[in-house]
């Protein structure tokens, strides 16, 4: 639809033109810093910063009715740089230039509902909302879009080039990174850092097919993220890591989009994610406090944190109920399933305790909640979920199992709908699928296969049928007819198909 065709009233705000007053804001001493270069730690104290906006008051000026009017229309316009997580532009980068906007193809995606029996089963009316249906096949890719369209938009202004990216990964943040990165070239090049046979195959094949330098290092994820904030520290390169306050915004969007989805009407809506280095559940918190704030939507929907019981430290601090008594301490992660949130020292631990603290305060009630789930209740979720029309991904097993556990501890009113974060894509954690049902998991997952939930491929290969097509060797006349009566025989038997009657 073209500009001029679209309601008189929304008209001058289609376009983005809300001009932003970012400033780096620190959690420890609260200083702030100008947002002209990238920073990553407080220069100060080096505890982690956010992104805020000193103008952020200006956007209270426009009514909650007109912004999700504006963002409803606006997702009829056909400018790219609006197509993605810039849709909600205001609210995420508003000083970047349409111009500078790094768009791949992230955002927008699809929120599909629970069939009745999978809903019988976990006993909640529920939605996955499928971020492995994103370029990269993560959530990642939202913040990656951020942080690359920031970095894009330093680079034009001239204040930065040759940028080495880097990133310490459990699979998906290097995915994401990598592709970015490898469109913005020549001015950007990317290097990964992976612990050495904690992340797929699927996820390692993708830095690598997308041009990265690729390294492999002994040690988990809390070992590699060490390393790049040595080499952050010590070398010029762009930490592309969630402690990257720019990622963390972009990661928002995922709150604007499900507020959208429902018609911005949050009430009994709960949210549930999986929870690793912890920048994605603060993004969310942050973009609903944002989209309340701003009138918006009216309620803020229930939050529920997951963990699995094999990395579980942001479920441990918030065992002790009474705030003034909870210490936060790391933890050292057994294998898990949910690889990609299998992280014992959440480099995000002090923006969630402050999102949470404002999320509550706003609420006038607590509104968050954290729940630890075991190892086999991941799978067996996550392969229920995907027998019943579903693609998600350990993690989005990990977000399900919680959601069922939430409901056994009460947490789950009646009228209440969840919407689950499967935040990667299944194909990634295909290995884990076949540990499954081959029962092969090592002894440390604790993990032993429900025998409904198993499948194999059955080889169809009859002693007795002598000649079979090989490639380049097609079988003809007889001998294919042979071959293809026998093997469909076989096949009915199997199905214990009945045959027609004429
Ligand atoms: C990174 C990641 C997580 C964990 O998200 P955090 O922001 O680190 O808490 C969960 N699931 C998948 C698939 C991921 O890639
Ligand atoms: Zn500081």
Not at 224 to 232: A, P, T
Not at 414 to 427: C, G
Request: proline residues 6%; aromatic residues 10%; charged residues 25%.
């Amino acid at each position: 639809m073209k500009l001029e065709e679209f309601p008189k009233d929304i008209r001058p705000y289609l376009i983005p033109n809300h001009k932003g007053n970012l400033f780096y804001s620190c959690l420890g001493c609260h200083e702030a810093y100008e947002i002209d270069k990238l920073l990553y730690t407080c220069p100060k104290c080096g505890k982690v910063l956010l992104i805020e906006d000193h103008h952020f008051d200006q956007l209270k000026k426009i009514p909650g009715k007109t912004w999700r009017k504006i963002f409803d229309y606006r997702k009829m316009l056909k400018i790219p740089a609006l197509k993605g997580i810039y849709l909600f532009h205001e609210f995420i980068g508003p000083i970047l230039p349409m111009d500078d906007v790094v768009y791949l193809g992230e955002g927008h995606t699809p929120i599909v509902e629970a069939n009745a029996y999978l809903k019988e089963e976990a006993g909640v009316s529920f939605f996955f909302k499928n971020d492995g249906q994103n370029p990269s096949a993560s959530f990642k890719d939202r913040g990656m879009a951020s942080a690359l369209s920031y970095i894009n938009y330093l680079i034009k202004k001239g204040v930065s080039s040759n940028i080495l990216a880097v990133c310490a990964s459990t699979g998906d943040t290097s995915a994401s990174a990598a592709l970015y990165a490898s469109y913005l070239k020549p001015g950007i090049k990317s290097a990964v850092l992976l612990p050495y046979k904690k992340v797929t195959p699927q996820q390692l094949s993708q830095p690598l097919g997308s041009g990265a330098s690729v390294f492999e290092i002994p040690g988990v994820f809390d070992d590699c993220m060490k390393v790049v904030e040595n080499l952050s520290e010590k070398y010029d390169v762009a930490l592309l890591n969630s402690k990257n306050a720019w990622r963390i915004l972009g990661q928002e969007s995922y709150a604007y989009e499900v507020a959208q989805a429902f018609e911005y009407d949050m009430k009994d809506k709960i949210i549930v994610v999986p929870i690793g280095n912890a920048g994605n559940i603060t993004a969310i918190i942050n973009g609903f406090i944002k989209f309340f704030e701003t009138g918006i939507i009216r309620d803020l929907p229930k939050i529920i944190g997951v963990q699995s019981k094999h990395a579980n430290p942001v479920y441990k601090y918030y065992l002790e109920k009474n705030p003034q008594k909870r210490i936060y301490s790391p933890v050292n992660v057994k294998p898990s399933v949910a690889q990609a949130a299998m992280i014992g020292n959440p480099v995000s631990m002090p923006r969630v305790i402050h999102m949470v603290e404002k999320y509550n305060t706003l609420a006038g009630q607590n509104k968050t909640f954290f729940v630890e789930v075991s190892e086999q209740s991941i799978m067996d979720w996550e392969l229920l979920a995907n027998q019943n029309g579903h693609i998600a991904c350990t993690q989005g097993g990990e977000t399900l199992a919680g959601l069922v556990e939430a409901k056994r501890l009460g947490l789950i009113g009646k009228n209440e709908i969840a919407v689950v974060d499967s935040t990667a894509h299944a194909l990634k954690f295909s290995g884990f699928q076949d540990m499954y049902f081959e029962n092969a998991f090592p002894d440390d997952f604790k993990i032993l296969p429900n025998k409904h939930l198993i499948n194999k491929p059955v080889h169809v290969h009859p002693k007795d049928l002598e000649k079979v097509p090989l490639p380049g060797c097609p079988l003809e006349g007889k001998e294919l007819e042979a071959f293809i009566n026998r093997i469909s025989d076989e096949i009915a038997l199997a199905l214990k198909l009945k045959k027609i009657q004429d």
